[in-house]
T-cell receptor, first 117, second 114 residues
Framework: EPEVTQTPSHQVTQMGQEVILRCVPISNHLYFYWYRQILGQKVEFLVSFYNNEISEKSEIFDDQFSVERPDGSNFTLKIRSTKLEDSAMYFC???????????????FGPGTRLLVL | AQSVSQHNHHVILSEAASLELGCNYS??????LFWYVQYPGQHLQLLLK??????LVKGIKGFEAEFIKSKFSFNLRKPSVQWSDTAEYFC????????????FGTGTRLQVFP
């Protein structure tokens, strides 16, 4: 069964450094998402992306964050200047995009655990 | 604002015990409801979902959930748990409108002992 993959599985970085988290959504999927989970807290929506544009973003997704689909397979989340509070598990998800908005199951990747020191 | 509450943060059961995990949501309109499970070291995967129709939905591995609209609830049940059900369980909703973002509960960690 096709799966969403994410790399790296773990990343440690210094505060102020840029990080890029990578995701490969399921191949025929058209909508992509990033979520994050700070340790001990809820999984929170960050951003959704369709047709090379952000379709929705949360308050968390400020100017320090950006997303990109640099080629036909990858979907990336960039944090320009990491802060301690960016330490979290980051999940990518995708859907086929053939149903109505909100009508499809989101398929999640295994996550990238980011630790900012 | 939409929110999801899961009342049980950590549940410990013996094998063959029955399970019920509570989930309540807050949203004024129509919702789609989901339970996701995360086994140790694995990714979030869908256990079951409710979009419309019969409010009692059956999912994988013998799980079921009942949508009670009047109570804004979507509790997860399993009549007899197994050790392999040890995992974290997340309730999530999508408030239908011009959005497809999942709003998650805090999760319930289930430990099943043989």
């Amino acid at each position: 069964e096709p799966e969403v993959t994410q790399t790296p599985s773990h990343q440690v970085t210094q505060m102020g450094q840029e990080v890029i988290l990578r995701c490969v959504p399921i191949s025929n999927h058209l909508y992509f998402y990033w979520y994050r989970q700070i340790l001990g807290q809820k999984v929170e929506f960050l951003v959704s992306f369709y047709n090379n544009e952000i379709s929705e973003k949360s308050e968390i997704f400020d100017d320090q964050f950006s997303v990109e689909r640099p080629d036909g397979s990858n979907f990336t989340l960039k944090i320009r200047s990491t802060k301690l509070e960016d330490s979290a598990m980051y999940f990518c998800a995708s859907i086929p995009g053939t149903g109505g908005r909100g009508q499809e199951t989101q398929y999640f990747g295994p996550g990238t655990r980011l630790l900012v020191l | 604002a939409q929110s999801v509450s899961q009342h049980n943060h950590h549940v410990i059961l013996s094998e063959a015990a029955s399970l019920e995990l509570g989930c309540n949501y807050s949203y004024g309109g129509t919702v789609n409801l989901f339970w996701y499970v995360q086994y140790p070291g694995q990714h979030l995967q869908l256990l079951l979902k409710y979009f419309s129709g019969d409010p009692l939905v059956k999912g994988i591995k013998g799980f079921e959930a009942e949508f009670i609209k009047s109570k804004f609830s979507f509790n997860l049940r399993k009549p007899s748990v197994q050790w392999s059900d040890t995992a974290e369980y997340f309730c999530a909703v999508i408030g239908l409108g011009n959005t497809d973002k999942l709003i998650f509960g805090t999760g319930t960690r289930l430990q099943v002992f043989p």
